[in-house]
């Protein structure tokens, strides 16, 4: 079946089977910042933000997306002008082996478009649904609260 979606402001039609994965849709039109991690929406790894909710792209049928406005890691910044969370992310030295990063980005993103003044408590809560096999979760919350303008943990 045909089915059309905006991603990061760009219109894509793609043919799909009923079963397929908005993960693996859209990573066939290029967006590689979607991980798949656990494939049972544990993980964060493939965070997206549907229509201002936040989604684990693997559980998450294409044909469920039909019509709406999607965001992904590639839609935050560019290399010229950083998201504030990225630039934190820079700053904070968080990136490791970078798997998760694309994920928790989006979870922050959501996260802070909807509690933009929170407390470090609150970011390691909404965390909680993100795994990071580097361990980086310190760094994390104090680019999340760096990004918020908020004063985070100290390392």
Same mark, same amino acid.
């Given at each position: ?5 905006? +991603? ?25 910042? +979607?991980?798949?991690?656990?494939? +049972? ?84 809560? +909404? ?29």
């Amino acid at each position: 079946m045909m089915v059309r979606f905006r +991603v990061n402001g760009r219109d894509f039609r793609l043919e799909v089977r009923g079963n397929e994965r908005l993960l693996d849709s859209l990573r066939k039109v290029g967006m590689k910042s +979607v991980k798949e991690g656990c494939s +049972v929406g544990d993980c964060g790894s493939c965070n997206i933000i549907v229509n201002g909710r936040l989604v684990s792209s693997c559980m998450m049928l294409t044909v469920q997306a039909r019509e709406s406005e999607i965001a992904t890691c590639e839609g935050l910044g560019s290399e010229e002008k950083l998201h504030p969370l990225q630039k934190a992310f820079v700053d904070s030295s968080v990136p490791q082996c970078g798997y998760c990063i694309p994920g928790v980005l989006m979870t922050a993103k959501y996260f802070l478009d909807n509690h933009p003044k929170p407390n470090a408590e609150e970011v390691r809560d +909404v965390l909680a649904g993100n795994i990071c096999r580097c361990g980086a979760y310190t760094k994390i919350t104090q680019a999340i609260m760096a990004a918020s303008g908020q004063p985070g943990p100290e390392l």
